[in-house]
């Protein structure tokens, strides 16, 4: 591969990482092409970015954006492939969805993650299926803060049933 090719591949890199908050490192080796053509779909329905990358190239677009990611170099061995997400849990998911049905031991198989800032090995799977993005966060604090108002229009509502059904008694018994 020529310098030149290496560079742009290295100013595409660091331009999805910064495109991207999180971001795993995964093992695909030895995954034939039927099962590669399957991960890729299972991704793009996901809105997972999956990119086979040379370790070094991906080492030299780590350098070039902002922030210590020395952490993750020592997974920089063997085959590699990014996942890219918006969603921190999204590829985690993935990943355990697609290693099902071979208990957690088949590919692709996680090396390490950087997730909301945060860097992650590869025992921490499980951790990261767990995560809730944003919008499930938000979802949690909004039914939160819905919960003690259904409970208060819900007794304002038996309560005045209950009423209600007490001065009918009383209208009936004159």
Do not use: W
Not at 106 to 131: T, W
């Amino acid at each position: 591969m020529r310098k030149e090719d290496k560079g742009v591949i290295i100013e595409q890199l660091t331009a999805t990482l910064q495109e991207y908050p999180n971001f795993y490192l995964t093992d695909i080796e030895a995954i034939d092409a039927e099962t590669t053509s399957r991960l890729r779909r299972e991704c793009f329905k996901s809105d997972v970015k999956l990119v086979v990358v040379k370790n070094n190239l991906l080492k030299k677009a780590l350098e070039n954006v902002e922030g210590d990611f020395s952490p993750l170099y020592t997974a920089l061995k063997g085959n590699t492939a990014v996942m890219f997400s918006q969603v921190a849990n999204a590829p985690a998911r993935l990943i355990k969805e697609f290693t099902k049905d071979t208990k957690g031991e088949g590919k692709p198989q996680l090396k390490a993650a950087y997730v909301q800032e945060s860097f992650y090995d590869a025992s921490s799977l499980e951790a990261l299926v767990n995560i809730k993005s944003k919008n499930e966060l938000i979802a949690d604090v909004i039914a939160l803060l819905e919960s003690p108002a259904k409970n208060v229009i819900s007794a304002l509502q038996s309560s005045g049933q209950t009423i209600h059904g007490l001065l009918k008694t009383l209208e009936e018994r004159k």
